[in-house]
């Protein structure tokens, strides 16, 4: 018998067991969405919702930084 969450075709989380930094940047991303975005207003419907929380990641989201492994 597979578990539930195969059943619903999501990935189950990858990270080190019991490591306490796997999660760090999303949490911390995650906090800021509910603070600025789910709970700064009432949304009617998930359609009504979806377009500012994408302009809001989007805005939050660096896409421009290089990562430091890559180098210069």
């Known amino acids: 018998m597979r578990p ?3 059943e619903r075709e ?6 080190s ?3 306490p930094w796997d999660n760090t940047a999303t949490k ?4 800021l969405v509910k603070s600025q ?3 700064a207003r009432a949304y009617e419907t998930r359609g ?3 377009p500012g929380l994408f302009k809001h990641i989007e805005s939050v989201r660096n896409r421009a930084r290089v990562h ?3 180098g210069d």
């Open 10 to 15: 999501i990935s189950p989380s990858m990270g």
């Open 4 to 6: 539930p969450v195969y």
């Open 37 to 39: 975005c789910v709970h």
């Open 48 to 50: 009504e919702a979806t």
């Open 17 to 19: 067991i019991s490591s």
């Open 28 to 31: 911390s991303l995650m906090g």
């Open 68 to 70: 430091t492994a890559l």
